[in-house]
């Protein structure tokens, strides 16, 4: 089935589904005439067990290597309980905090916030955790997509070259030359939008949109 089939059939994004497939936790094949991906029931038995245990917040790794045999599902829900259980502490701490700033009346323009952060600072020491603000450094996974565009632009380049080249020196009739011409600025403006929608599916990949579903 086509993946517009699997995604009303899931209830999971066509971007999700493909992020699933770069992360090796799906196999479909492709047509051979169209090159479209054909997506078999066992594809979407797999997307349902992986929206089960991304929907519970297990993380795309501990889902690969149940799928590889790495670990039992039993082993790897023991090993989420005690995260949730932790998750959970964390929560209360917070809960906690803003409590205490409800209590005490804080107002945001007279808040005194280097207080309340040196507060956290102690209680992280203790291993509690708080909303991390390290933003996820997604410059690698950029890097492919890239890497990839520029080479296909230099060799459409290249071939532009020749064919002007070819032009000047052995002229074709007009129609002909702008035609062929045509070829290499489609390929060109068709990478470069699949630059753009490549690099705005890393930017609000899986992890955005996990809550959606």
Known sequence: MKINEVEQKVGITKKNIRFYEDQGLIHPT???????????????????KIKLLRKLSVPIKEIHRVQNGEVT???????????????????????????????????????????????MS??????????????????KQKKGPWIAAIVVVL?????????????LTDPLPIPLFAGIMCI???IIIGTLLA???????????????????
Do not use: W
């Open 30 to 48: 492709r047509n051979r005439n169209n090159g479209y991906r054909n997506y078999s029931d066992e594809d979407v038995n797999e997307l349902y």
């Open 73 to 119: 599902l039993e082993a790897c829900m023991e090993s989420h309980i005690l995260h949730l259980a932790h998750e959970r502490k964390n929560l209360e701490r917070m809960q906690n905090m803003c409590e205490c700033m409800e209590s005490q009346n804080a107002e945001y323009f007279s808040i005194d916030a280097l207080s309340y952060l040196e507060q």
């Open 122 to 139: 102690l209680i992280e020491e203790g291993g509690i955790r708080f909303m991390n603000l390290h933003s996820i450094d997604k410059t």
């Open 155 to 167: 060799i459409m380049a290249l071939f532009m070259a020749i064919l002007i080249y070819a032009e």
């Open 184 to 186: 290499p600025i489609i």
């Open 195 to 213: 630059l753009r929608q490549r690099i705005q599916e890393i930017e609000g990949g899986e992890q955005d949109e996990a809550v959606k579903y």
